[in-house]
T-cell receptor, first 114, second 113 residues
């Protein structure tokens, strides 16, 4: 059974800092892994998707890495801004086939102070 | 990406009533949609996979007779919470997957009194 852990659970940083969010998962047999952002009371916004064969993906100030064999992914946010304040969720797939089933961690709640 | 809408965004109902939540894929014909549930301070949990024209596939521990799913068209899936009880109060959210990336709706917050 896939279990996903995200560390830290919460993080508060001053604006401009670079930061790293960690995600670990117990079953390395995944198809891909997605990082999402969730604002309070809202739906999820897809940030990055990494295929199981890839090592990293970049989008703007965001960089996600994947070490599938060790069951780890990190989300790097450069030059953080107050608008980055949200909960960040890591979601590897359940199994190595493209079923679309995602297993979510509990998230890291980020607060970026002006 | 894909645009997904949900209706209603919030609903309050009395215990014992049934509530229907709609999930629409606005710009993508979705043969498959996913329904998740999120309790306060907890992670999202997959409830079921909705399949157009056939029965939904439910995850272990999810009562199919309580959470009725109908995927009658390529753009609409509905989740009906039957005989709702306070413990069903949660945030229900659906998603579609055009290719690899999964796109989520804005969610429906259900409060059962």
């Amino acid at each position: 059974k896939q279990e996903v852990t995200q560390i830290p659970a919460a993080l508060s940083v001053p604006e401009g800092e670079n930061l790293v969010l960690n995600c670990s998962f117990t079953d390395s047999a995944i198809y891909n892994l997605q990082w999402f952002r969730q604002d309070p009371g809202k739906g999820l916004t897809s940030l990055l998707l990494i295929q199981s064969s890839q090592r990293e993906q970049t989008s703007g100030r965001l960089n996600a890495s994947l070490d599938k064999s060790s069951g780890r992914s990190t989300l790097y946010i450069a030059a953080s801004q107050p608008g980055d304040s949200a909960t960040y969720l890591c979601a590897p797939t359940h199994g190595s086939s493209n079923t679309g089933k995602l297993i979510f961690g509990q998230g890291t709640t980020l607060q970026v102070k002006p | 990406g894909a645009v997904v809408s949900q209706h209603p965004s919030r609903v309050i109902c009395k215990s014992g009533t049934s509530v229907k939540i709609e999930c629409r894929s606005l710009d993508f014909q979705a043969t498959t949609m996913f329904w998740y549930r999120q309790f306060p301070k907890q992670s999202l949990m997959l409830m079921a996979t909705s399949n157009e024209g056939s029965k939904a596939t439910y995850e272990q521990g999810v009562e199919k007779d309580k959470f009725l799913i109908n995927h009658a068209s390529l753009t609409l899936s509905t989740l009906t919470v039957t005989s709702a009880h306070p413990e069903d109060s949660s945030f229900y959210i659906c998603s579609v997957k055009p290719q690899e990336t999964q796109y989520f709706g804005p969610g429906t917050r259900l409060l059962v009194l």
